[in-house]
């Protein structure tokens, strides 16, 4: 087992990392920016080091400065967390290369599914079902072509996006010309690459995911679905455990397809297979994120299992000490994304939080890194806490979260809070009727 982990990330991922390595009995290393030096993960590590100013290009993203407080601190592996180098393959391979354990996929899994073209592509020979699409286009012909065969609406999305951005859609020929030179353009800008390809727009889908872990032994073992319906311009922002869409015979056949799929690619530690549902309740391959994900927490509550410290335990060399036969989902988890942000324009808001009292009891847990005159950076992500709740079933978990948010006291800035109470009152969401734009009727900009 490792000895001592740095964490390359912050917030809210970096302190639950920090939990597993205190229960695996492994030391500690945080890094941070001069923005958080007052941090929470800064405070909770073994070791810290300043790796730079408050720009995340400068510091987070800063694969120099990570190796070298790696090695300074001689640390043996880094977690990357979500988000920043957590999908960087030339991160995971200089780590390589610097002898120091990279706790994720190979670099060539993470190269594969950082493509989304490339991996819808290779998902549909392993036989997943991918909705009908193009390849990465090239000229606005070809791609006035491709329209044509797959039928408008289309989405045209960035082959290496991500966070909900650079993706369009496009109702007609006549819009094609002019949202296809836009995502290009974001593209380039966000991504560094211009590729964009196209994808049938379903109208009124379904976010479902299935969550894996594969060992080095060609162990690969799915802890069944997440329903992550509820966004914002793309963006989760509520996640639920079980799916109530998803039967139980269901759940084994995508399960089982799924984990065929990922022993084919030889994919290593955990990941997250994304999938779109049709008004007909199929399922369609969208992308895989080779990366612990913000919403692992409600597969934990569901399975008991700590997903964080089975990555470091896959990587470590581990094999893999579940199965399908042993992983049984237990009641019903819900979680709250909390952001810094305004609750019906969803701009940041940043700045020092006053009044804090967190929500606890039964079933309750937050994962946050925020604190009673901590300062929210607007450097950074908004996301600052994540309430998720368990219950015995639907109905007991959404009370559950009713009462935890009622208790949830943020005072000083603007967060979701708001957002989440009316949710979780809301006869539509009880009942479980909802798509990607259900939180259109709640804001001017829940949508698009
Ligand atoms: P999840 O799929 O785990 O719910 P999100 O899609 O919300 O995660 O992304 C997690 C974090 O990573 C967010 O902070 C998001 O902005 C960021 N992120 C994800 N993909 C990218 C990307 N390709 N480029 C930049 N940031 C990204
Ligand atoms: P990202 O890499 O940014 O997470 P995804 O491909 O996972 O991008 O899509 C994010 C969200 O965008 C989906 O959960 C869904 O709400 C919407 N979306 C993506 N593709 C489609 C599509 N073909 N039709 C309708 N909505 C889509
Ligand atoms: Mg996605």
Known sequence: MFKKILI???????????????????????????????????????????????????????????ISAAEITNADAIHPGYGFLSENDHFAEV???????????????????????????KMAELGLPVLPGSGVLTSLAEALEAAQQIGYPVMVKAAAGGGGRGMRVVASSEELPHFFATAQQEAQAAFGTPDVYLEKY???????????????????????????????????????????????????????????ALKETGYTNAGTVEFIMDE????????MNARIQVEHPV?????????????????AGQPLDISAETVSLRGHAIECRICAENPETFAPSAGKIIGFNVPGGLG??????????????PYYDSLIAKLVVHGSDRAEAISRMARALDMFII?????????????MADPDFRAGKFDTHYLSRFSRNGTG
Do not use: W
């Open 299 to 315: 597969t934990e509550m569901v399975t008991g299992l700590d997903l964080v410290k089975k990555q470091i335990e896959i990587a």
């Open 8 to 66: 390359a990330n912050r917030g809210e991922i970096a302190l639950r990392v920090i939990c597993a390595c205190k229960e695996l009995g492994i030391e500690t290393v945080a890094v941070y920016s001069e923005a958080d030096q007052q941090s929470l993960h800064v405070r909770f590590a073994d070791q810290a080091v300043c790796i730079g100013p408050a720009r995340s290009s400068d510091s987070y993203l800063n694969i120099a400065s990570i």
């Open 280 to 287: 007909n309740r199929n399922l369609y391959f969208l992308e």
């Open 364 to 377: 309750v847990r937050l994962d946050t890194a925020a604190y009673a005159e901590a300062v929210v950076p």
């Open 411 to 423: 005072e000083g800035i603007s967060t979701s809070v708001p957002l989440h109470q009316k949710i």
């Open 202 to 260: 379903i109208a009124s889908p379904r976010h479902i995911e299935f969550q894996v872990l594969a060992d080095h032994y060609g162990k690969v073992v799915h802890l069944g679905e997440r329903e992550c319906t509820i966004q914002r311009r793309h963006q989760k922002l509520l996640e639920e455990s079980p799916s109530t869409q998803i039967s139980f015979e269901v759940r084994h056949e995508v399960g089982r397809q799924v984990v065929e």
């Open 95 to 121: 780590c390589e290369v610097s002898h120091i354990t990279f706790i994720g996929p190979r670099p060539e899994a993470m190269r594969l599914m950082g493509n989304k073209d490339a991996a819808r592509k």
